[in-house]
T-cell receptor, first 112, second 116 residues
Framework: DQQVKQNSPSLSVQEGRISILNCDYT??????FLWYKKYPAEGPTFLIS?????DKNEDGRFTVFLNKSAKHLSLHIVPSQPGDSAVYFC???????????FGQGTTLQVKP | EAGVVQSPRYKIIEKKQPVAFWCNPI?????LYWYRQNLGQGPELLIR????????DSQLPKDRFSAERLKGVDSTLKIQPAELGDSAVYLC??????????????FGSGTRLTVV
């Protein structure tokens, strides 16, 4: 039972354009959503998060949008840079468990 | 500030052999997690510690896996005996009780285990 799904295994965009990574979830009890970025041979690093009481959170070039009715969140990167090329994981948690449920990841390639 | 330190980085063992992984979390982080990441998948929680207490080990295969966090700091994860399906990256992470996990764990670089 995959509670957090990233249905696109990979995404390729041109430098300077927008990257949009998508994530769907099934558990309505999730109240926090996070995005992690992972380079090869490194652990995932925290990128940005959003509480379920919000629908948007922005941090520099990164914006996360949450649509609770659709159980969908997305990460927008504008403008995309070659250094953004990595695997991106979305994750979800319920505050009282302290446990993150991760999606399968989407590999983003930003071409110069 | 030093990050989460894991060792070894890589390990290759024959099936049925034992193996152990070590993790040193960020100083002051009360909560420590062990995750397993299979190829092409996201990390999955194995066990979570609050200080020295294992508060969630529901996903830990207890017939062959064991973990400990003596004195509430460093932790070790052991597999005995290892099976071919245990080949994966084992990730350790930590977080502070003050900020909780919702502002992001800090992960180590992981140990890549290959069982042959």
């Amino acid at each position: 039972d995959q509670q957090v799904k990233q249905n696109s295994p990979s995404l390729s965009v041109q430098e300077g354009r927008i990257s949009i990574l998508n994530c769907d979830y099934t558990n309505s009890m999730f109240d926090y959503f996070l995005w992690y970025k992972k380079y090869p041979a490194e652990g995932p690093t925290f990128l940005i998060s959003i509480s379920s009481i919000k629908d948007k959170n922005e941090d520099g070039r990164f914006t996360v949008f949450l649509n609770k009715s659709a159980k969908h969140l997305s990460l927008h990167i504008v403008p995309s840079q070659p250094g953004d090329s990595a695997v991106y994981f979305c994750a979800a948690s319920t505050s009282n468990t302290g446990k993150l449920i991760f999606g399968q990841g989407t590999t983003l390639q930003v071409k110069p | 500030e030093a990050g989460v330190v894991q060792s070894p980085r890589y390990k290759i063992i024959e099936k049925k052999q034992p193996v152990a992984f070590w993790c040193n979390p960020i100083s002051g982080h009360n909560t420590l997690y062990w995750y397993r990441q299979n190829l092409g998948q996201g990390p999955e929680l194995l066990i979570r510690y609050e200080n020295e207490e294992a508060v969630d080990d529901s996903q830990l295969p207890k017939d062959r896996f064991s973990a400990e966090r003596l004195k509430g700091v460093d932790s070790t994860l052991k597999i005995q005996p290892a099976e071919l399906g245990d080949s994966a990256v084992y990730l350790c992470a930590s977080s502070s009780l003050a900020t909780g996990p919702n502002y992001g764990y800090t992960f180590g670089s992981g140990t890549r285990l290959t069982v042959v």
